[in-house]
């Protein structure tokens, strides 16, 4: 067990912003635990180039964040290897387009798992972590419909707003103990989320937006370090970034 070694557990690193950010917390000495749902080879190719590239100590699980039994591993493990946390960043989620009234029990259960309930029991086991050092930060990523809401996408804004709420609560729970819990509300991210739009209702989305662009990857990793790691009085706090969309 390193004490001294900072360790950040990264959701949804497989591809997108989670790629992105494990990349960037690799490149400033961070150990890593990684976790994807379905894209294990894509987070096995990460994990072999990042452990090259930059000499750092990373490990990948392939896990529904959804299920107790899966976060508590992941973290009996972290526990056992460190006994730390520094960085948690809640990066996994997914959408689902289409009618609230068409939609399925099943997939709205799904989604509330996948992007809102993976959130309170990864939070959930890191606050033990962090305590005893009285520091951490958690960072959650939202959306620009967790502050608005989408038509044809109540079920994302919904479990998107939940984990606004989520994180403004727990920043006040846990800022008397140094743990600072903030959250990044993204607008259009060049991602495979956005894959289904055709390229004809891409240009017209692009069109509304004031930066007359997507955002990258890459810019909105940057911002979920700089949540992260910086800022010290920084909590309970959703940032949106949108190019000025909303």
């Not at 493990?77 to 387009?97: C, K, P, T």
């Not at 050092?133 to 804004?157: F, H």
């Not at 103990?177 to 894959?195: C, D, K, L, P, Y």
Request: charged share 20%; net charge negative; aromatic share 6%.
């Amino acid at each position: 067990m390193n004490t001294r070694t900072k360790v950040a557990l990264i959701t949804g690193a497989s591809r997108g912003i989670g790629r992105e950010t494990a990349r960037l917390f690799a490149s400033q000495g961070y150990a890593l635990f990684l976790v994807c749902h379905k894209k294990r080879r894509q987070l096995d190719e990460l994990l072999a180039a990042l452990s090259d590239e930059y000499s750092i100590p990373c490990r990948g699980y392939c896990e529904d964040l959804g299920c107790e039994a899966s976060v508590n591993r992941i973290f009996a493990e972290i526990r056992e290897q460190y006994g730390r946390l520094d960085v948690l960043i809640n990066n996994a989620g997914i959408s689902h387009i289409g009618l609230l009234q068409d939609m399925t029990l099943e997939q709205w259960d799904t989604m509330l798992r996948t992007d809102l309930t993976s959130v309170f029991l990864t939070c959930r086991a890191a606050i033990p972590l962090m305590l005893p050092q009285k520091s951490g930060s958690i960072v959650n990523v939202s959306s620009v419909w967790g502050n608005v809401g989408a038509s044809c996408e109540a079920a994302y804004s919904a479990a998107k707003s939940g984990v606004n709420g989520l994180t403004r609560a727990l920043a006040k729970e846990l800022a008397p103990s140094g743990i600072r819990v903030n959250a990044a509300a993204f607008g259009a991210i060049e991602t495979s989320m956005n894959e289904f739009l055709a390229p004809e209702e891409k240009e017209s989305l692009t069109e509304e937006i004031p930066a007359g662009r997507f955002g990258t990857p890459r810019e909105a990793a940057a911002l979920l370090y700089d949540l992260a790691v910086h800022h010290p009085y920084l909590t309970g706090q959703v940032i949106t970034m949108d190019g000025g969309w909303i």
